[in-house]
Every structure is written in structure tokens, then in C-alpha cells.
């Protein structure tokens, strides 16, 4: 499977259907305590939107800080989610709570030492084993939910991808995707603040973000398979 490519912070239908049409392979929508969060009732509208227009939509992905399963599992129903990205301080005895498939985010702070950061993500390796679930890492910024921005250590992210598939996310834009990719070797991509102007999304750095992700990540495939052929 190639690099799967992952669009965030989804606040319209049209922010999910110029996603679809970009290629990305999965869409967010947080329903978090944040300025880009949604609810319910119009996420439900957005992703029928997004089904009737496009024959093939991507899995839409519902994003939750610390909320109780039960308000997890509510709002998963109603709006017809595929996924639910768990993005707080969760514990695994909570993941196997939620009925969707699941993508978890560990957050990764400055001090982290590399040996601190495998032992974090050994506990959701374990859970995906059993479940089926994705991993997703970030740097961890005080205050914010999510990595506003930041770009994590490549070279702490690339040891850890030695050894676990996650998707990576922080401080990724199309011009800062390539040289991610081909430092870190990532499962997957995430972007979210990166492809917006003035807080919206715009078309044109969506589609630039997967041409750039998918360019990069041919290329090193391509490098793999010659290097292997020789």
C-alpha cells in the first residue's frame, strides 16, 4: 500500500469534497474543543454531502480530545463516521470503548527521549495488533490539542518508524511534506493548518500537499526497488 495521505480540520462540505478530489485518502473533522471544531448536526450535512457527490469518498474521520466514549460513539452514529481519531490523553483500557475503527495520536514532547518515545508508542502497536487501529505522532505543544503547526525531530521520528507505521503530523505544508517524507519514511501524512489561507482551506495547497506527498513518496519507492534490483 502507497502512502496514505490525510486532511484535516474539514469544516464544509466543499472542504471535504475538494479533498476527496485531491486524492487524499482520508478526511478529518474534529469535534474537539477548538476553533475549527464542528458539530454534530452540521458534520452530518457535510459528509452527506460529500456521498452524494462523490461515487467514492473517503473514510471520514471524527476527531475527539478526552470526550466520554459514550458522546464518541453518539456522534459517530449520527454523522456516519468511518473512523475515530482519539487525540487526548485516552488510556487503552478507554480505546476499546469506541465502535469505530481508531486512530490514535501520541504526542511526543521536546524533552521525550527516543527510548521514551518507543515505549509510548508500544502500547498502541500492542492495541493495533488486536484491533486494527492506526497510530498517528505529533509534537506536543503546551496548551493546544494538537501541534499547531510545529514540525516534530525527524530524526526521533524516523528511529521510531524503523520499528512502528504511524501517520505523521506537524507542521507539514506542500513545501515541507517531501523533505518529511524522505527524512522520516512515515506510514501516512497529515496536514491540517498547513493547506489554509487565512484560516480557510484552499484547493490550490490541497492539491499541491498530495502532489508533493505523492511525489516524494514514488520517488523513495522507486530508489527502494533499484536499490533492491542491484
Same mark, same amino acid.
Given at each position: ?11 464544509s ?5 475538494n479533498?476527496?478530489?485531491?486524492? /487524499?485518502?482520508?478526511?478529518?473533522v ?17 459528509v452527506?454531502?460529500?456521498?452524494g457527490?462523490?461515487?467514492?469518498a ?10 466520554p466514549a459514550?458522546e ?11 473512523m ?9 483500557e ?8 481508531? %486512530? %490514535? /495520536? ?5 524533552g521525550?527521549t527516543?527510548? +521514551?518515545?518507543?515505549e ?5 502497536? +500492542? ?21 499547531a ?14 520499528r ?13 511534506v517531501?523533505p518529511a %517524507?524522505?527524512?522520516v519514511?512515515?506510514?501516512?501524512v497529515?496536514?491540517?493548518s ?21 511525489r ?7 530508489a ?7
Open positions: 500500500m502507497g502512502l496514505v495521505i490525510k486532511l484535516c480540520g474539514n469544516r462540505s466543499t472542504d471535504l469534497i479533498a476527496a478530489n485531491a486524492g /487524499a485518502d482520508l478526511l478529518g474534529i469535534f474537539a474543543d477548538a476553533w475549527r471544531r464542528v458539530s454534530v448536526q452540521h458534520a452530518r450535512e457535510m452527506s454531502a460529500l456521498r457527490e462523490t461515487d467514492h473517503p473514510p471520514v474521520v471524527g476527531v475527539f480530545v478526552d470526550q459514550e464518541v460513539n453518539r456522534a459517530a452514529a449520527e454523522v456516519g463516521l468511518d475515530v481519531q482519539l487525540h487526548g490523553t485516552e488510556p487503552p478507554y480505546w476499546g470503548l469506541i465502535d469505530r475503527p481508531l %486512530i %490514535i /495520536a501520541r504526542r511526543m514532547s521536546a521525550m527516543a527510548d +521514551e518515545a518507543e509510548e508508542l508500544s502500547r498502541v502497536a +500492542e492495541f493495533m495488533q488486536r484491533a486494527g487501529a492506526l497510530s498517528l505522532i505529533e509534537p506536543h505543544v503546551e496548551g493546544e490539542p494538537g501541534g503547526g510545529v514540525a516534530i525531530d525527524f530524526s526521533l521520528a524516523e528511529r521510531l518508524a524503523r512502528y507505521s504511524f501517520i505523521l503530523a506537524g507542521g507539514l505544508n506542500p513545501e515541507t517531501a %517524507i524522505q527524512a519514511r512515515p506510514w501516512g497529515d496536514v491540517s498547513g493547506v489554509e489561507t487565512n484560516r480557510v482551506k484552499d484547493p490550490f495547497k490541497v492539491g499541491q500537499f498530495v502532489y508533493q506527498a505523492r516524494a513518496s514514488t520517488a523513495h519507492a522507486s527502494s526497488l533499484k536499490g533492491a534490483s542491484q
